[in-house]
T-cell receptor, first 115, second 110 residues
Framework: DAGVIQSPRHEVTEMGQEVTLRCKPISGHNSLFWYRQTMMRGLELLIYFNNNVPIDDSGMPEDRFSAKMPNASFSTLKIQPSEPRDSAVYFC?????????????FGSGTRLTVV | TQLLEQSPQFLSIQEGENLTVYCNSSSVFSSLQWYRQEPGEGPVLLVTVVTGGEVKKLKRLTFQFGDARKDSSLHITAAQPGDTGLYLCAGGKGAQKLVFGQGTRLTINP
């Protein structure tokens, strides 16, 4: 299995531009999570889906952030308009089940820099 | 809010030494997971513990879940430079999302 695949690995954009991050979870995993990681705040959960349905988006910073999961094999996180404070590493993770015994498999992340 | 506090936040030791990092909470968790993250990569699952008092060993790494299922520890014996990384604990409650600690950044010097 290729694992969780994220693209792009790096993104540099100007303030005000739209940014779209992409994620392909592991086939058969029914939960998908979007995280943001910074040195100051650590790993923050933004939103997660079970069976393609958004369950908890309380971590989404503001209306500039939106996430979709149109099918079981693809999800996007969009920031519009982007701001310098959005600069961080964004991780996607998937999980095979909904119980606490199931571990998360993380992608390699997208390093976003907004200038 | 369920919080997991990890200590120490930073640890730098010499190769060959032993170390222990801690993960504490006031909440009870049904499971506790440990992850290691290397620079430029996502966290990778090391172990899951589910029973109070449970001890699991992974080569030189020993993981323990507290009897009350509120805390956990990770002990590394004879640390090696390859153990360098960010160690994250994460608590689970049934079908809910995991709660991650802030991590312990470990550096093993040759």
């Amino acid at each position: 299995d290729a694992g969780v695949i994220q693209s792009p690995r790096h993104e540099v954009t100007e303030m005000g531009q739209e940014v779209t991050l992409r994620c392909k979870p592991i086939s058969g995993h029914n939960s998908l999570f979007w995280y943001r990681q910074t040195m100051m705040r650590g790993l923050e959960l933004l939103i997660y889906f079970n069976n393609n349905v958004p369950i908890d988006d309380s971590g989404m910073p503001e209306d500039r952030f939106s996430a979709k999961m149109p099918n079981a094999s693809f999800s996007t996180l969009k920031i519009q308009p982007s701001e310098p404070r959005d600069s961080a590493v964004y991780f996607c993770a998937s999980r095979a089940g909904t119980g606490g015994n199931y571990g998360y498999t993380f992608g390699s992340g997208t390093r976003l820099t907004v200038v | 809010t369920q919080l997991l506090e990890q200590s120490p936040q930073f640890l730098s030791i010499q190769e060959g030494e032993n170390l222990t990092v801690y993960c504490n909470s006031s909440s009870v968790f049904s499971s506790l997971q440990w992850y290691r993250q290397e620079p430029g990569e996502g966290p990778v699952l090391l172990v899951t513990v589910v029973t109070g008092g449970e001890v699991k060993k992974l080569k030189r790494l020993t993981f323990q879940f507290g009897d009350a299922r509120k805390d956990s520890s990770l002990h590394i014996t004879a640390a090696q430079p390859g153990d360098t990384g960010l160690y994250l604990c994460a608590g689970g409650k049934g079908a809910q999302k995991l709660v991650f600690g802030q991590g312990t950044r470990l550096t093993i010097n040759p």
